[in-house]
């Protein structure tokens, strides 16, 4: 009778040590790895099975495909933030510029840490296909998060509507433009201190929205609170 916890029918290809991961999170792991190490087209499902330390049988009872897997990555990246946004929103006690600030710090964090850069996998071809809906859809709504916000803010208010649309860009642009920093700069700061990355990309979102540079630091403050609040 086995003892190792695995579900009988799902035969491990390879010993791999116990990472603490569900099978699926050790998929996605694979995934990760490989699709940010050797490009997503030359990744089989066989090999991220391997990596995963699982036949490649084993593997379609979590996922149906590599794009099932991709796509998973890639709205990993952006439910947390639009999750974020969302309760942010809804924080009226509190300056919409230092809910911006949160907003493009947390953000910001997500994209630029972790042991992949999975946003570079937005640049993707592959991505524009109609599997991917679902993730473009999401990286919608946490844009018009962000210009939601901005819309409240002091400078927001006063632009007017295809100026604060161009303002949006700009700042949702210069936080998804971690990723091109991350993939062209290996051990800058977001490597070092990821943390002090992190909060300044968060400050030159907020000289983008108009913010005065006299606030600044009372929006860090005020924003990293409300990071820190359970």
């Not at 971690?178 to 909060?199: C, M, T």
């Amino acid at each position: 009778m086995s003892t190792t916890g695995r579900r009988v029918g799902r035969p491990r290809a390879q010993t791999r040590p116990d990472s603490g991961l569900t099978a699926r999170e050790e998929l996605l792991t694979a995934a990760a790895e490989l699709f940010t190490e050797r490009g997503y087209a030359a990744t089989t499902t066989r090999a991220v099975a391997e990596r995963a330390g699982m036949r490649q049988a084993s593997m379609y009872h979590y996922f149906g495909g590599k794009e099932d897997l991709l796509a998973a990555l890639l709205e990993g990246t952006v439910r947390p933030s639009l999750a974020l946004a969302l309760g942010l929103a809804a924080r009226h006690e509190v300056p919409a510029e230092a809910r911006l600030w949160a907003l493009c710090r947390a953000d910001a964090a997500l994209l630029s840490t972790g042991p992949h850069n999975l946003g570079a996998l937005y640049l993707l071809p592959e991505v524009r296909a109609d599997r991917f809906a679902a993730f473009r859809a999401v990286r919608d709504d946490l844009k018009a998060a962000y210009a939601s916000l901005l819309a409240a803010t002091t400078a927001g208010s006063d632009l007017a509507p295809e100026d604060l649309a161009v303002r949006a860009d700009l700042v949702f642009g210069l936080i998804e433009g971690v990723i091109l920093i991350r993939r062209s700069s290996p051990g800058r700061d977001h490597e070092h201190d990821p943390a002090a990355f992190a909060a300044a990309t968060a400050d030159a979102a907020l000289r983008v929205a108009g913010c005065p540079e006299h606030v600044l630091p009372k929006l860090r403050r005020e924003g990293e609170a409300l990071l820190a609040a359970p």
